[in-house]
Each structure stands twice: as structure tokens, then as C-alpha cells.
């Protein structure tokens, strides 16, 4: 198989740490763009890559912290009154919406063997990574009330 050399824009960000770590395990060169700004969030607005690097060399630092599930911790753990829980009128059996969760170490590995997959037609890959298994937020919020035995307070916020 041939190595490529690749270049990967976002490196300073979490997902791209990520796929330069899984393109290296497999024997690549990742070349590296970023102009360590926090990056447009809405790239991937509905990917909602979550996890930690099983081997603890990679980290996030959001400032401020917006994904769900640190913020739902934070909240059971005390470190902030409640969640805001903004949409309650979705087509949902909660009302609340539904996200496909991803680990962040699937989700860059999935990247790198992307630019192996064959493309025979030359229209390029289409490749759903999710898992297909859905959660509300409610649901994740309730998990995290369960499993960590401390009931999580919602603050029912408006959107403006």
C-alpha cells in the first residue's frame, strides 16, 4: 500500500489531532494547516464526536465549553448549577433532539481509511459514520443522573 502524504487543516482542533494521530498509526505523513482559531463549529454541527484518546495524548480545551456531554458532567459533578436545554418541541418521544454520538478516535480513524477506500467511478466516497443508534439529550442527561447517582438540574433556556 502506498503512504500518502496528507494534509490535514484543523490540526490545534479535536478532531484533527485525532485523524493526524490515526493517519500516522497507519504509516502516513500528515502535513498540518491551522491557524489556531477555534474554527467554524457549523462544518460539523451534527457530528457529534465525543471521547477522550485511549492513550491520554490528546486532549480538548474548549473555551467555553460547548458540547453536551462535558457539560451534563460538569453539572452531576457540581461544578455547574444545571444544563440549558434549549428545544423541547422536536417530532421526538421527549421533544428533545436526537444526536448520533461518535467516538472521536473512530471517527479520525474512519478518515484515514477513507483515502485508501476504492473509488472506481471517480464520484469520490459517501461514507455515514454513525452509529445509527441515536440519543436525545434528555436521554444523555438522564444517563448521566443514573450512573452517577446525582439527578441532573435542566434550565429550560430560549435560543436567541
Same mark, same amino acid.
Given at each position: ?7 490535514? %487543516? ?31 463549529? *457549523? @462544518? ?8 477522550? *484518546?485511549? *492513550? +491520554? ?8 465549553? /460547548?458540547? #453536551?456531554? #462535558?457539560?451534563?458532567?460538569? @453539572?452531576? !459533578? ?9 428545544? @423541547?418541541?422536536?417530532? /421526538?418521544?421527549?421533544? /428533545? ?5 461518535? !467516538? ?5 480513524? @474512519? !478518515? ?7 473509488? +472506481? ?9 454513525? %452509529? ?10 438522564? /444517563? ?14 430560549? !435560543?436567541?
Amino acid at each position: 500500500m502506498t503512504r500518502l502524504a496528507v494534509l490535514v %487543516t484543523g490540526r490545534a482542533g479535536f478532531v484533527g489531532g485525532h485523524t493526524c494521530k490515526a493517519l500516522a498509526k497507519v504509516g502516513d505523513l500528515p502535513v498540518v494547516c491551522d491557524d489556531l482559531s477555534n474554527g467554524v463549529q *457549523d @462544518a460539523l454541527r451534527y457530528f457529534n464526536a465525543a471521547g477522550v *484518546d485511549p *492513550d +491520554g495524548e490528546l486532549g480538548e480545551n474548549h473555551r467555553p465549553e /460547548t458540547p #453536551p456531554i #462535558p457539560l451534563v458532567l460538569q @453539572a452531576a !459533578h457540581g461544578k455547574r448549577p444545571d444544563i440549558a436545554m434549549f428545544g @423541547a418541541d422536536y417530532d /421526538t418521544p421527549d421533544e /428533545t433532539c436526537i444526536r448520533d454520538y461518535v !467516538h472521536v478516535s473512530d471517527l479520525a480513524e @474512519a !478518515h484515514a481509511l477513507a483515502l485508501y477506500a476504492p473509488r +472506481g467511478d471517480g464520484e469520490g466516497l459517501a461514507a455515514n459514520l454513525g %452509529t445509527g443508534r441515536g440519543c436525545s439529550v434528555r436521554e444523555v442527561i438522564d /444517563t448521566v443522573g443514573r450512573v452517577t447517582g446525582r439527578p441532573v438540574a435542566i434550565r429550560w433556556a430560549i !435560543h436567541c
